[in-house]
């Protein structure tokens, strides 16, 4: 299969949560670059085609699109440059496992 990616996704495994329309689901970024990412959730039909990802660590926010679904794991194209946790106020939300 031919490489397409304009950048090399850099493997991690790193917490974050899938954010959309008041609700949020835990997930785990297993490959990440300027452009995208993948990761893993635990039902895939659950994510909508666009939500926003939200790095546990730092609290950095990306704008997603569903590029792909492979069983739970989600290749999602970045909309927009990341918001810094300071630039935006998360909302309150429940997190659902």
């Known amino acids: 299969m031919e490489e397409r990616r304009k950048y090399p996704r850099t493997e991690v ?6 954010s959309s329309g008041g609700s949020v689901m835990s ?7 300027p ?10 039909a659950f994510v909508p085609p666009q939500f926003q990802l939200v790095m546990a660590e730092d609290s950095s926010v990306r704008e997603c699109r ?7 794991r989600i290749g999602v194209t970045f909309a927009a440059s990341p918001q810094g946790s300071q630039d935006h ?3 309150e939300l ?3 496992s």
């Open 13 to 18: 495994d790193q917490a974050a949560y899938v």
């Open 27 to 33: 997930c785990r970024v297993r490959n990440i670059s």
């Open 35 to 44: 452009e995208g990412a993948a990761i893993d959730v635990e039902n895939a």
């Open 66 to 72: 569903i590029a792909w679904i492979q069983q739970n």
């Open 89 to 91: 106020k998360q909302p």
């Open 94 to 96: 429940s997190v659902t």
